[in-house]
């Protein structure tokens, strides 16, 4: 049997309230609503419930998946980094839907530690290192330098405005 569930104002703490706009974004629906009695506005965002997915530790504890975990981890790694909060929300999102896609309800923390990194990888190089610093614990400065250098980075070629800047010659198309 289905039974219609009401939202409560979170001013008057009323159960009718009326929705007035739905848009759909990415993972979940928003809902402008409006409370008919106190006639305050606000907005609620439904969430598909996903199934329980355990993260196995390496000392052998389970835990159940953490998305805000995983944010926390990926946000610390680009402190203070060029990165924007859009690229971040996007990055932990791709890690919750590989975990999920997997379709199982155990996943190890070294899978869930690699989808990290690599979603780090695309974003920036630092916030790459960071992170693998932690993560990997590597035993010494040599196994740091080797991951590092195995890093590929494209670098941008400098713009002119960058180039005249610097007081090198801006090349000129004939």
Do not use: N
Not at 81 to 105: C, I, N
């Amino acid at each position: 049997m289905w039974t219609r569930e009401t939202v409560q104002c979170p001013f008057c703490h009323r159960g009718d309230s009326r929705v007035l706009s739905s848009r759909e974004g990415a993972g979940f629906i928003r809902r402008r609503r409006a409370c008919p009695t106190c006639g305050q506005r606000f907005t609620t965002h439904e969430y598909l419930m996903q199934p329980m997915v355990m993260v196995a530790k390496k000392d052998g504890r389970r835990e159940p998946f953490d998305r805000e975990k995983v944010e926390r981890g990926i946000r610390i790694a680009c402190t203070k980094r060029p990165v924007e909060t859009a690229a971040l929300e996007r990055a932990v999102a791709a890690v919750e839907a590989a975990v999920f896609a997997r379709g199982e309800t155990e996943v190890p923390s070294s899978v869930v530690g690699e989808l990290v990194l690599a979603e780090l990888a695309r974003l920036d190089p630092v916030a790459y290192v960071r992170f693998a610093s932690v993560y990997r614990q590597f035993p010494d400065l040599a196994a740091l330098q080797a991951e590092i250098g195995s890093l590929t980075i494209e670098a941008p070629a400098p713009t002119a405005e960058a180039l005249a800047w610097s007081g090198q010659r801006v090349p000129v198309a004939s």
